[in-house]
């Protein structure tokens, strides 16, 4: 089992940043990769950001060049640092692990964390 807590969401002015941050607990040497999605409402969940064991990141268009995945391993943590917010950057964000269990893989989901951004 894997744990993820999220912690870092608020109100921020347009322009403004935040940094987010998940913090995974639990059987964590079997994590392939981690990553942030975000949910507006009345939207799909979708993937901002994702970075691997060995290190390959990727990010989805609306947020490139403003968000930043970055891990610590040392605290086997995982940040979003997000810069020039926008209204639409509104949405409950949640951190995600994929976890292997033998030949098969699982997703673990955060409780999610609220980001408004006011304009």
């Known amino acids: 089992q894997v744990q993820l807590v999220e912690s870092g969401g608020g109100l921020v002015q347009a322009g403004g940043s935040l940094r987010l941050s998940c913090a995974a607990s639990g059987t964590i040497f079997s994590i392939n990769a981690m990553g942030w999605y975000r949910q507006a409402p009345g939207k799909q969940r979708e993937l901002l950001a994702r970075?691997?064991?060995?290190?390959?990141?990727n990010y989805a268009d609306p947020v490139k060049g403003r968000f930043t995945i970055f891990r610590d391993n040392a605290k086997n943590t995982v940040h979003l640092q997000m810069n020039s917010l926008k209204a639409e950057d509104t949405a409950v964000y949640y951190c995600?692990?994929?976890?292997?269990?033998?030949?098969?893989?699982?997703?673990?989901w955060g409780q999610g964390t609220q980001v408004t951004v006011s304009s």
């Open positions: 995600n692990a994929r976890v292997s269990r033998g030949a098969l893989e699982y997703a673990y």
């Open positions: 970075i691997t064991n060995d290190d390959n990141i």
